[in-house]
């Protein structure tokens, strides 16, 4: 069924044909007004409530513009997505510029308006706001039709980013809030979505984007080609990609842990690599040993391919857009290339809830190249923090404290952050801090989390209550004051660790028998139950409930009961398994047939 449900009333006129019960649309459920932001302090026009995004569609047809221009766009949005609490009468989508044509909801044609406000401290609200012909409630389907010539934002920290034009096509490049210059979409790292984007360009030019395209390639025969990609990962919209130009395009098979392989598809501007095609190809070929050398640290590699783009852009630096980091020129990707590919845990993987948690993904992304090069986190960070009087300005803005959208990309995040983590690690020891980061991928990959759920699980972990730590060390606006367990740990961890709680010690990896499974009929109104087998004897179990990928909100037991609103969508859910003796593990079943 598509469209809301609606609750029959006494005696309501309609019909019954092969026992469905068709009412009057008059008495269709009534609705709210889906708020216009998500809430984030930092971007409080941006992003939108009363619904979770599940896929976007992305449908685009490119032509070049005259030189300086990113060209233009015909475009076809369509929206996969669920009410999260009542029915809406209304709700917003971020789209700034562009000419919307056309809007329908669940195939009928739906009333829209448009919000353009100019930017002023903060960012202002760019929105097209639909009325459906009857309020959504459940799972519902947009569709919009709209193109134009796309605008570069200016941001107020003086970057830019969304539709940017280089010499041979054009870069589509989003952090943080770029993503509503080229599609309309829910502008907030909290509500990820996966994504089939398809791009229609003249033969001749190449088209990259996120996860894996569909093969084989266009070989720029004709007038026209379409390149499509499909990422099937969750992804939040400031990490969309799409890149038009001339490319040299790489492909190989990069090695992981455990004998795993996933296919590089490297796109470099042909002029780009002709100059520079050594040092290109020499950090290719280091792909393989800095993501084992990652998943080391933070476990499994969680995309399903990997690689670089390059391209020549005006922007002047690097981002972690997902599976695929994007550099501005043959350089940076020497200088920065750990630091992205970092990211592709912290940041792409798991993501920040709310901007003020951007700390939680560039702390570990200034940390861990330092650490994967052999030298001393310690005594690069600590030196940092001893050598930063405490009467500079840098500690006056602290990383989960910032109030101004400019300075949400500077030392605060980076540098503050990374020695966060190294004054976590001193204070909970090496053992604890390496589970730590390593457990917060695994528990999360897929989803949004912020400082409040790190702080739990770094509890949860070392036995200690960490309060005053996060409050001096991400809240307060001075300098913090460095942690003292003793002697600081050194690099390798020292001979005596301060001691690890009771629950702790010789902790071992819960194995891959410990499985669970779903048992009964994917129907509405019937009951899911977890079946797990295999677990450590005296297990304890946390679930989570996900309905197309999405978290399915207060479900959280091991039973679950299909409602109306999960009818198209397939089920599984992620089971916490927790063990004395033993580090957690997440386990998740295989995903139900499309519930009917």
Sequence with gaps: MTGPWRRAAPWVAGSLAAG????????????????????????????????????????????????????????????????????????????????????????????????????????????????????????????????????????????????????????????????????????????????????????????????????????????????????????????????????????????????????????????????????????????????TGLEARLGPYPGQSTGIVVDQTFVGYALETQDRPTFPSAGSVGGTLVHELTHQWYGDAVSPTVWNDLWINEGMATWAPVDLSGASTYDEFHGEWASTSAASSRWKVPPAGITDPADLFGWQSYDRGAMTYEALRTLIGDPAFRTLIKQWQLLNHGGSHGAADLQALAEQISGLDLDAFFQDWIRDPDKPAWPTPGQPPTDPPPTNPPPQPPTQPAALTIGPGCRVRLEGAARVRHTLTVKVRGCPAGSTYGYRWLAGGTRITGATKRTYQITRGKIGQRIRVEVTVRASGYYNAVRTSKATPKVR
């Design 20 to 291: 469905v019960l068709v009412l009057d649309p008059a008495y269709a459920a009534p609705g709210v007004a889906g708020p216009l932001t998500s809430g984030d302090t930092l971007f409080p026009n941006q992003g939108n409530g009363g619904y979770d995004v599940g896929h976007y569609d992305l449908d685009l047809a490119w032509d070049p513009g005259p030189p300086g221009s990113g060209g233009t766009i015909d475009a076809t949005a369509t929206i996969s997505a669920a009410t999260t609490g009542q029915p809406l009468s209304s709700f917003g989508l971020d789209l700034q510029g562009l000419t919307v044509s056309s809007v329908s909801v669940d195939g009928a044609v739906a009333a829209f308006s448009r919000i353009d406000e100019p930017d002023g401290t903060l960012p202002g609200r760019h929105k097209l706001v639909v009325t459906p012909s009857t309020p959504v409630d459940g799972t519902f389907t947009v569709v919009v039709a709209y193109g134009g010539e796309p605008d570069i934002r200016h941001d107020t920290d003086g970057s830019d980013e969304g539709w940017i034009p280089t010499a041979d096509g054009a870069t589509f490049m989003n952090q943080p809030i770029g993503s509503m210059t080229g599609f309309p979409n829910n502008n907030t790292p909290a509500d990820k979505a996966t994504y089939t984007i398809s791009v229609d360009v003249p033969a001749g030019l190449e088209v990259v984007s996120n996860g894996e395209p569909t093969l084989p390639l266009p070989d720029g025969s004709g007038t026209r080609s379409v390149w499509r990609w499909t990422e099937a990962r969750p992804m939040a919209s400031e990490l969309v990609l799409v890149s038009i130009g001339q490319y040299e395009v790489k492909q190989s098979d990069v090695g992981l842990s455990g004998g795993r392989t996933v296919p590089e598809w490297s796109f470099i501007d042909s002029a780009i690599y002709a100059a520079d095609q050594t040092s290109i190809d020499d950090r290719r070929a280091e792909l393989s040993s800095i993501l």
